[in-house]
């Protein structure tokens, strides 16, 4: 018997933050990187005269000098103040730290495009995989929705089992499984709180999933979401998404250790085979090796999963262990559902996507073929 494993960020669902839903990822860069600078300030527990002058210079960057909500941000200040706003002068950082107001910075939402859920759904549908990885999903609730409406619409079979574990970004953006019903999700445990001194190391999660295969062995999916490359300042990044590709190859071998074959690392890791972040993780040692290397991968030309398929754009990564590597009969990168270059010529796509807000999503699906 053969079966699919598959792994596609679908970059949100019902929902996204309106700045993360425009045409090109780069036209929101701006507004992420003063989000995340800013919100790393708030964070600080004494705001110097310095501290102060940055916080209004971002404020504003943001659209928030003068209103606590700009076209893609809100400032919650919902006991003390942050700042005050005189009805004349400019305004003034009146906290000294992070202990005298209690609010935070919030993404604004707004709905996807109902022409990108569709095609969405229809990308697993036609991937038909039995255990579909998904990367930035809004939670739980929204997922079985999805299913039931979208996978589940023309004919498709919806899946049994959908999971979802709440990871640590705070946008909505969680790493989850979609399984068939003789696929159960026998166990899973969260990573959310492995920690680097007083910061938690996974900006989503490294959500360990036990999935029961028919004839009784165990398939384990590590799924994972790194720390993005597009936004803040490129050496914290970088050091970020190296701890976290470390530390899902500790507990890859841990799981090894403890007696588990058939395991998969999957999900997107935000950077590319060759980068310092994930030499630890890909190294040959390992035993750990990408679906897109193997023999019976059938490619179509593009090395890349993002955007345009450029080699500078393979972010997303199925992993086998070695006796998963042994079993794998085939694998593919599905680009239906994206819009390929600037008028969506590049590769094909489904017909009812007529512009880059209608694609699914800006990444492909990707999935193995294995034996049982």
Same mark, same amino acid.
């Given at each position: 018997m053969k079966f699919r494993i598959a792994s596609y960020n679908v970059e949100n669902l019902f929902e996204r933050p309106a700045v993360m839903n425009l045409p090109d990822w780069s036209d929101g860069k701006p507004v992420l990187d003063n989000y995340a600078k800013l919100n790393?300030?708030?964070?600080?527990?004494?705001?110097?005269?310095?501290?102060?002058?940055?916080?209004? +210079?971002?404020?504003k960057a943001l659209g928030l000098g003068k209103s606590d909500e700009s076209k893609y941000v809100i400032l919650r200040q919902n006991r003390g103040h942050l700042l005050k706003r005189p009805k004349s002068g400019a305004p003034v950082v009146v906290a000294n730290g992070r202990g005298d107001w209690i609010g935070w910075l919030e993404l604004k939402w707004e709905t996807v495009n109902e022409?990108?859920?569709?095609?969405?759904?229809?990308?697993?549908?036609?991937?038909?995989?039995?255990?579909?990885?998904?990367?930035?999903?809004?939670?739980?609730? +929204?997922?079985?929705?999805?299913?039931?409406?979208?996978?589940?619409?023309?004919?498709?079979?919806?899946?049994?089992?959908?999971?979802?574990?709440?990871?640590?970004d705070e946008r909505g953006i969680d790493v989850g499984l979609m399984t068939r019903g003789d696929?159960?999700?026998?166990?899973?445990?969260?990573?959310?709180?492995?920690?680097?001194?007083?910061?938690?190391?996974?900006?989503?999660?490294?959500?360990?999933?036990?999935?029961?295969?028919?004839?009784?062995?165990?398939?384990?999916?590590?799924?994972?979401?790194?720390k993005s490359k597009g936004y803040g300042d490129q050496k914290t990044s970088n050091a970020k998404r190296k701890l976290q590709a470390d530390r899902t190859l500790a507990i890859y071998q841990d799981r090894l250790k403890a007696g588990a074959a058939l395991i998969s690392v999957m999900g997107d890791f935000n950077d590319t085979s060759d980068s310092a972040p994930l030499a630890g993780l890909l190294a040959a040692k390992t035993g750990l090796r990408d679906i897109f290397e193997h023999p019976k991968f059938a490619g179509d030309g593009r090395p890349g999963t993002f955007g345009n398929g450029a080699k500078s754009n393979k972010i997303d990564f199925i992993l086998l262990s070695p006796e998963l590597w042994k079993r794998v009969t085939g694998g593919g990168v599905f680009r239906k559902g994206v819009w390929g270059g600037k008028n969506g010529t590049l590769f094909p796509h489904y017909p009812e996507i007529t512009k880059a807000e209608e694609a699914a999503s800006d990444h492909a699906a990707i999935w193995a073929e294995l034996n049982l």
């Open positions: 790393d300030l708030l964070q600080k527990p004494t705001y110097t005269a310095d501290d102060k002058q940055k916080i209004l +210079a971002l404020l022409t990108a859920l569709a095609t969405t759904g229809r990308v697993i549908r036609d991937v038909d995989a039995q255990i579909q990885g998904v990367v930035e999903v809004e939670g739980r609730v +929204a997922l079985k929705g999805f299913n039931e409406q979208f996978v589940g619409k023309d004919g498709g079979r919806p899946y049994e089992h959908v999971m979802v574990i709440d990871g640590n696929f159960p999700i026998v166990s899973m445990r969260s990573h959310v709180d492995d920690m680097s001194g007083a910061n938690p190391i996974f900006s989503r999660d490294c959500a360990e999933y036990e999935i029961g295969l028919p004839g009784g062995d165990s398939l384990w999916i590590l799924m994972n979401h790194f």
